[in-house]
Protein backbone atom coordinates (compact mmCIF):
# COMPACT_ATOMS: atom_id res chain seq x y z
CA UNK A 1 0.00 0.00 0.00
CA UNK A 2 2.74 2.55 0.97
CA UNK A 3 4.40 1.93 -2.53
CA UNK A 4 1.14 2.38 -4.03
CA UNK A 5 0.70 5.80 -2.59
CA UNK A 6 3.99 7.11 -3.94
CA UNK A 7 3.25 6.43 -7.46
CA UNK A 8 -0.70 7.42 -6.89
CA UNK A 9 0.81 11.19 -5.76
CA UNK A 10 3.21 11.07 -8.85
CA UNK A 11 -0.10 9.71 -11.09
CA UNK A 12 -2.40 12.18 -9.21
CA UNK A 13 0.06 14.77 -11.34
CA UNK A 14 -1.34 14.12 -14.40
CA UNK A 15 -4.86 14.41 -15.95
CA UNK A 16 -7.32 11.68 -14.64
CA UNK A 17 -7.71 10.20 -18.15
CA UNK A 18 -4.20 10.17 -19.02
CA UNK A 19 -3.21 8.51 -15.73
CA UNK A 20 -5.57 5.90 -16.65
CA UNK A 21 -4.59 5.26 -19.82
CA UNK A 22 -0.84 5.15 -18.70
CA UNK A 23 -1.50 2.85 -15.86
CA UNK A 24 -2.92 0.67 -18.00
CA UNK A 25 -0.99 0.45 -20.46
CA UNK A 26 2.18 0.01 -18.19
CA UNK A 27 0.62 -2.99 -16.14
CA UNK A 28 -0.53 -4.43 -19.37
CA UNK A 29 3.74 -3.97 -20.64
CA UNK A 30 4.67 -5.91 -17.22
CA UNK A 31 2.31 -8.69 -17.61
CA UNK A 32 3.91 -9.26 -21.19
CA UNK A 33 7.33 -10.34 -19.21
CA UNK A 34 8.14 -14.41 -18.97
CA UNK A 35 6.49 -15.51 -15.31
CA UNK A 36 5.75 -11.84 -13.94
CA UNK A 37 1.95 -12.75 -14.95
CA UNK A 38 1.97 -15.82 -12.82
CA UNK A 39 3.68 -14.39 -9.57
CA UNK A 40 1.71 -11.08 -9.78
CA UNK A 41 -1.64 -13.48 -10.04
CA UNK A 42 -0.23 -15.30 -7.55
CA UNK A 43 0.68 -12.27 -5.00
CA UNK A 44 -2.58 -10.99 -5.56
CA UNK A 45 -4.60 -13.87 -4.24
CA UNK A 46 -2.40 -15.22 -1.67
CA UNK A 47 -4.53 -15.65 1.52
CA UNK A 48 -8.02 -15.22 -0.13
CA UNK A 49 -10.42 -17.74 0.76
CA UNK A 50 -12.74 -19.52 -1.93
CA UNK A 51 -15.49 -17.63 -2.18
CA UNK A 52 -17.49 -19.15 -5.45
CA UNK A 53 -20.98 -19.47 -5.74
CA UNK A 54 -23.51 -20.37 -8.51
CA UNK A 55 -25.76 -17.57 -9.13
CA UNK A 56 -28.00 -16.05 -12.54
CA UNK A 57 -27.25 -19.54 -13.93
CA UNK A 58 -23.40 -19.42 -13.80
CA UNK A 59 -20.41 -20.33 -11.27
CA UNK A 60 -19.01 -16.97 -10.31
CA UNK A 61 -15.25 -17.64 -8.71
CA UNK A 62 -15.73 -14.50 -6.48
CA UNK A 63 -18.25 -11.76 -5.39
CA UNK A 64 -16.08 -8.82 -6.64
CA UNK A 65 -16.63 -7.38 -10.32
CA UNK A 66 -15.20 -4.49 -11.88
CA UNK A 67 -17.83 -1.89 -13.01
CA UNK A 68 -18.18 -0.65 -16.30
CA UNK A 69 -16.91 1.93 -17.52
CA UNK A 70 -13.12 1.15 -16.32
CA UNK A 71 -12.68 -1.24 -19.52
CA UNK A 72 -14.95 0.20 -21.94
CA UNK A 73 -13.05 -1.99 -25.10
CA UNK A 74 -11.89 -5.10 -23.55
CA UNK A 75 -8.22 -3.99 -23.66
CA UNK A 76 -7.75 -4.80 -19.74
CA UNK A 77 -8.76 -8.37 -19.33
CA UNK A 78 -5.71 -10.17 -18.78
CA UNK A 79 -5.32 -7.62 -16.11
CA UNK A 80 -7.97 -7.58 -14.40
CA UNK A 81 -7.90 -11.91 -14.02
CA UNK A 82 -4.47 -10.41 -12.57
CA UNK A 83 -5.64 -8.25 -10.07
CA UNK A 84 -8.18 -10.99 -8.85
CA UNK A 85 -11.58 -9.55 -10.37
CA UNK A 86 -14.50 -12.49 -10.08
CA UNK A 87 -15.92 -11.49 -13.49
CA UNK A 88 -15.40 -8.32 -15.47
CA UNK A 89 -18.00 -5.42 -16.82
CA UNK A 90 -16.90 -3.93 -20.53
CA UNK A 91 -18.84 -1.63 -21.91
CA UNK A 92 -20.49 0.55 -21.88
CA UNK A 93 -20.42 0.01 -25.82
CA UNK A 94 -22.26 1.49 -28.90
CA UNK A 95 -23.49 -0.11 -32.14
CA UNK A 96 -20.79 2.85 -33.97
CA UNK A 97 -17.81 3.75 -32.78
CA UNK A 98 -17.78 7.51 -30.88
CA UNK A 99 -15.60 9.91 -29.33
CA UNK A 100 -17.79 10.80 -26.26
CA UNK A 101 -17.70 14.39 -25.13
CA UNK A 102 -14.87 16.93 -25.10
CA UNK A 103 -11.89 16.48 -23.23
CA UNK A 104 -11.19 17.21 -20.02
CA UNK A 105 -14.13 14.48 -19.02
CA UNK A 106 -12.79 13.35 -15.93
CA UNK A 107 -11.93 14.74 -12.92
CA UNK A 108 -11.04 13.85 -9.65
CA UNK A 109 -12.53 15.27 -6.48
CA UNK A 110 -9.55 14.09 -3.86
CA UNK A 111 -10.67 15.47 -0.85
CA UNK A 112 -14.01 13.26 -0.81
CA UNK A 113 -12.28 10.41 -2.83
CA UNK A 114 -14.40 10.86 -5.42
CA UNK A 115 -14.89 11.32 -9.22
CA UNK A 116 -16.76 13.18 -11.43
CA UNK A 117 -16.95 12.22 -15.28
CA UNK A 118 -19.06 13.31 -18.41
CA UNK A 119 -17.36 10.62 -20.84
CA UNK A 120 -19.94 10.41 -23.32
CA UNK A 121 -19.85 6.27 -23.63
CA UNK A 122 -16.41 6.95 -25.91
CA UNK A 123 -15.80 3.63 -27.29
CA UNK A 124 -14.28 1.89 -30.36
CA UNK A 125 -17.99 0.33 -31.02
CA UNK A 126 -19.13 -3.33 -30.82
CA UNK A 127 -17.52 -4.65 -33.59
CA UNK A 128 -14.34 -3.84 -32.51
CA UNK A 129 -15.21 -5.58 -29.33
CA UNK A 130 -16.25 -8.11 -30.96
CA UNK A 131 -12.55 -8.37 -32.76
CA UNK A 132 -10.89 -8.63 -29.55
CA UNK A 133 -12.80 -10.96 -27.58
CA UNK A 134 -12.93 -13.38 -30.60
CA UNK A 135 -8.95 -12.82 -30.57
CA UNK A 136 -8.44 -12.88 -26.73
CA UNK A 137 -7.62 -16.25 -24.82
CA UNK A 138 -10.00 -15.95 -22.22
CA UNK A 139 -8.38 -16.58 -18.22
CA UNK A 140 -10.06 -19.27 -16.63
CA UNK A 141 -12.51 -18.91 -14.81
CA UNK A 142 -13.22 -15.25 -15.01
CA UNK A 143 -16.73 -13.82 -16.46
CA UNK A 144 -17.49 -11.16 -19.19
CA UNK A 145 -20.25 -9.28 -19.34
CA UNK A 146 -21.41 -6.88 -21.71
CA UNK A 147 -22.80 -3.27 -20.55
CA UNK A 148 -24.72 -1.74 -23.79
CA UNK A 149 -25.96 1.21 -24.90
CA UNK A 150 -27.04 3.70 -27.50
CA UNK A 151 -25.41 5.91 -29.72
CA UNK A 152 -25.75 9.33 -28.87
CA UNK A 153 -27.22 10.66 -32.18
CA UNK A 154 -29.76 7.75 -32.12
CA UNK A 155 -33.23 8.81 -31.01
CA UNK A 156 -35.01 7.46 -28.20
CA UNK A 157 -37.49 5.88 -30.45
CA UNK A 158 -34.92 4.19 -32.19
CA UNK A 159 -32.86 2.67 -29.38
CA UNK A 160 -34.45 -0.44 -29.15
CA UNK A 161 -32.36 -0.89 -32.71
CA UNK A 162 -28.55 0.02 -31.08
CA UNK A 163 -29.60 -2.30 -27.60
CA UNK A 164 -30.78 -5.03 -29.86
CA UNK A 165 -27.10 -4.75 -32.19
CA UNK A 166 -25.25 -4.91 -29.48
CA UNK A 167 -27.20 -7.70 -27.63
CA UNK A 168 -26.95 -9.72 -30.76
CA UNK A 169 -23.35 -9.01 -31.54
CA UNK A 170 -22.19 -9.69 -27.91
CA UNK A 171 -24.44 -12.72 -27.65
CA UNK A 172 -21.77 -15.40 -27.99
CA UNK A 173 -18.56 -13.47 -26.47
CA UNK A 174 -20.22 -12.65 -22.72
CA UNK A 175 -21.78 -14.11 -20.05
CA UNK A 176 -24.17 -12.14 -18.77
CA UNK A 177 -25.84 -8.10 -20.20
CA UNK A 178 -26.12 -4.80 -18.70
CA UNK A 179 -28.78 -2.48 -20.13
CA UNK A 180 -27.53 1.11 -19.51
CA UNK A 181 -30.11 3.87 -19.48
CA UNK A 182 -29.31 5.84 -16.65
CA UNK A 183 -25.76 7.28 -17.42
CA UNK A 184 -26.14 11.16 -17.38
CA UNK A 185 -23.91 12.01 -19.84
CA UNK A 186 -25.87 10.81 -22.74
CA UNK A 187 -28.42 13.27 -23.85
CA UNK A 188 -31.98 12.54 -22.95
CA UNK A 189 -30.64 8.46 -21.93
CA UNK A 190 -32.45 8.72 -18.46
CA UNK A 191 -35.45 9.31 -20.25
CA UNK A 192 -35.47 5.93 -20.78
CA UNK A 193 -36.20 4.46 -17.63
CA UNK A 194 -39.29 5.83 -17.48
CA UNK A 195 -42.07 3.21 -17.03
CA UNK A 196 -43.16 2.48 -20.35
CA UNK A 197 -40.53 3.14 -22.47
CA UNK A 198 -38.15 0.85 -20.23
CA UNK A 199 -40.84 -1.81 -20.34
CA UNK A 200 -40.84 -2.14 -23.48
CA UNK A 201 -36.92 -1.88 -24.14
CA UNK A 202 -36.59 -5.06 -21.83
CA UNK A 203 -39.31 -7.16 -23.33
CA UNK A 204 -38.30 -6.67 -26.55
CA UNK A 205 -34.78 -7.55 -25.71
CA UNK A 206 -35.81 -10.82 -23.25
CA UNK A 207 -37.76 -11.90 -26.27
CA UNK A 208 -34.90 -12.04 -28.36
CA UNK A 209 -32.62 -13.50 -25.30
CA UNK A 210 -35.18 -16.09 -24.94
CA UNK A 211 -35.72 -16.94 -29.03
CA UNK A 212 -31.77 -17.91 -29.05
CA UNK A 213 -30.12 -21.59 -27.85
CA UNK A 214 -28.67 -20.04 -24.75
CA UNK A 215 -30.06 -17.12 -23.14
CA UNK A 216 -28.11 -14.70 -21.02
CA UNK A 217 -28.75 -13.23 -17.94
CA UNK A 218 -30.16 -9.85 -18.32
CA UNK A 219 -29.65 -6.85 -15.48
CA UNK A 220 -30.60 -3.40 -15.72
CA UNK A 221 -28.32 -0.64 -14.37
CA UNK A 222 -30.41 1.63 -12.89
CA UNK A 223 -29.71 5.46 -11.58
CA UNK A 224 -29.44 6.26 -7.52
CA UNK A 225 -31.30 9.75 -8.20
CA UNK A 226 -34.79 7.89 -8.31
CA UNK A 227 -37.66 8.19 -6.24
CA UNK A 228 -39.17 5.48 -4.25
CA UNK A 229 -42.53 6.10 -6.31
CA UNK A 230 -40.23 5.11 -9.84
CA UNK A 231 -37.81 2.36 -7.55
CA UNK A 232 -40.89 0.44 -7.24
CA UNK A 233 -41.99 0.66 -10.87
CA UNK A 234 -38.34 -0.67 -11.75
CA UNK A 235 -39.41 -3.32 -9.37
CA UNK A 236 -42.58 -3.94 -11.43
CA UNK A 237 -40.84 -4.16 -14.15
CA UNK A 238 -38.10 -6.37 -13.34
CA UNK A 239 -41.37 -8.91 -12.53
CA UNK A 240 -43.49 -8.33 -15.86
CA UNK A 241 -40.15 -8.57 -17.85
CA UNK A 242 -38.60 -11.74 -16.42
CA UNK A 243 -35.35 -10.24 -16.68
CA UNK A 244 -32.57 -11.51 -14.19
CA UNK A 245 -32.13 -8.47 -11.97
CA UNK A 246 -30.34 -5.33 -11.39
CA UNK A 247 -27.51 -2.82 -10.82
CA UNK A 248 -27.59 -0.64 -8.33
CA UNK A 249 -26.68 2.38 -8.79
CA UNK A 250 -25.13 3.92 -11.77
CA UNK A 251 -23.39 7.68 -10.98
CA UNK A 252 -25.46 10.41 -9.40
CA UNK A 253 -26.05 14.03 -10.15
CA UNK A 254 -25.97 15.23 -7.43
CA UNK A 255 -23.38 17.32 -5.56
CA UNK A 256 -24.68 17.26 -1.94
CA UNK A 257 -22.37 17.01 1.32
CA UNK A 258 -19.30 17.50 -0.77
CA UNK A 259 -16.29 19.21 0.51
CA UNK A 260 -16.47 21.75 -2.44
CA UNK A 261 -17.19 25.05 -2.66
CA UNK A 262 -20.07 25.66 -5.23
CA UNK A 263 -17.71 27.86 -7.56
CA UNK A 264 -15.09 24.76 -7.57
CA UNK A 265 -17.81 22.48 -8.61
CA UNK A 266 -19.21 24.68 -11.45
CA UNK A 267 -15.75 25.25 -12.60
CA UNK A 268 -16.04 21.26 -13.38
CA UNK A 269 -19.30 21.00 -14.92
CA UNK A 270 -21.72 18.62 -15.31
CA UNK A 271 -21.17 14.63 -15.21
CA UNK A 272 -21.69 11.98 -12.89
CA UNK A 273 -20.29 11.48 -9.10
CA UNK A 274 -18.90 8.42 -8.29
CA UNK A 275 -16.86 7.09 -5.16
CA UNK A 276 -17.48 7.72 -1.46
CA UNK A 277 -19.99 10.02 -1.39
CA UNK A 278 -22.49 8.00 -3.61
CA UNK A 279 -21.88 5.11 -0.89
CA UNK A 280 -24.99 5.83 1.22
CA UNK A 281 -27.47 6.53 -1.60
CA UNK A 282 -26.60 3.46 -3.23
CA UNK A 283 -26.73 1.35 -0.33
CA UNK A 284 -30.23 2.76 0.34
CA UNK A 285 -31.47 2.46 -3.20
CA UNK A 286 -30.48 -1.73 -2.34
CA UNK A 287 -32.33 -1.92 0.63
CA UNK A 288 -35.14 -0.50 -0.99
CA UNK A 289 -35.35 -2.95 -3.76
CA UNK A 290 -34.62 -5.30 -2.36
CA UNK A 291 -37.52 -5.45 -0.03
CA UNK A 292 -39.87 -4.74 -3.30
CA UNK A 293 -38.52 -7.41 -5.51
CA UNK A 294 -38.54 -11.63 -5.25
CA UNK A 295 -35.76 -12.77 -3.55
CA UNK A 296 -34.71 -14.80 -6.50
CA UNK A 297 -33.80 -11.56 -8.52
CA UNK A 298 -30.09 -10.48 -8.94
CA UNK A 299 -29.07 -7.33 -7.02
CA UNK A 300 -25.21 -6.28 -8.11
CA UNK A 301 -24.06 -3.44 -5.61
CA UNK A 302 -21.68 -0.34 -6.92
CA UNK A 303 -21.46 2.84 -5.60
CA UNK A 304 -18.48 4.21 -2.95
CA UNK A 305 -17.09 0.84 -2.06
CA UNK A 306 -13.07 1.07 -1.56
CA UNK A 307 -13.20 -1.59 1.79
CA UNK A 308 -14.30 -4.70 2.70
CA UNK A 309 -16.45 -2.84 5.53
CA UNK A 310 -18.25 -1.31 2.11
CA UNK A 311 -18.85 -4.67 0.62
CA UNK A 312 -19.91 -6.42 3.79
CA UNK A 313 -22.48 -2.99 3.94
CA UNK A 314 -23.63 -3.67 -0.08
CA UNK A 315 -24.09 -7.62 0.69
CA UNK A 316 -26.29 -6.98 4.56
CA UNK A 317 -28.57 -4.57 2.53
CA UNK A 318 -29.41 -7.12 -0.43
CA UNK A 319 -26.53 -7.16 -3.04
CA UNK A 320 -25.54 -10.37 -4.19
CA UNK A 321 -22.28 -9.55 -5.61
CA UNK A 322 -20.15 -6.16 -5.85
CA UNK A 323 -18.50 -4.04 -8.32
CA UNK A 324 -15.77 -1.07 -8.02
CA UNK A 325 -14.24 1.11 -10.08
CA UNK A 326 -13.23 4.46 -8.33
CA UNK A 327 -12.08 2.63 -4.87
CA UNK A 328 -9.76 1.33 -7.31
CA UNK A 329 -7.96 4.42 -8.17
CA UNK A 330 -7.52 5.49 -4.61
CA UNK A 331 -6.65 2.51 -2.84
CA UNK A 332 -5.14 1.10 -6.01
CA UNK A 333 -4.81 -2.88 -7.05
CA UNK A 334 -4.42 -4.67 -4.16
CA UNK A 335 -8.46 -3.31 -3.49
CA UNK A 336 -9.89 -6.96 -4.71
CA UNK A 337 -7.77 -9.03 -2.30
CA UNK A 338 -8.20 -6.61 1.06
CA UNK A 339 -12.51 -6.54 -0.10
CA UNK A 340 -11.93 -11.18 -0.60
CA UNK A 341 -10.16 -11.14 2.71
CA UNK A 342 -12.46 -8.97 4.69
CA UNK A 343 -15.61 -10.84 3.22
Not at 208 to 234: F, G, H, T, Y
Request: proline share 8%.
Amino acid sequence: MPMYRLLQSLLFLLPPERAHHLTMSLFTKLLSIPGLRYALTRWFSAGVPAQGKSLMGLHIKNPVGLAAGFDKDGKYIPAMHVLGFGFVELGTVTPRPQTGNPQPRLFRLTRNSALINRMGFNNEGVDALVGRLERLKRPPGLLLGGNIGKNKDTPNERALDDYLYCFERLHPWVDYFVVNVSSPNTPNLRALQDKEPLTALLAALQTRNEALPQPRPILLKIAPDLSSEQLRDIAEIVETTAITGLIATNTTISRSDLAYSTPELDAIGPGGLSGQPLKARSTAVITELRALMDPSKVIIGVGGIASAADAREKIAAGADLVQVYTGLVYEGPGLVRRILKGL
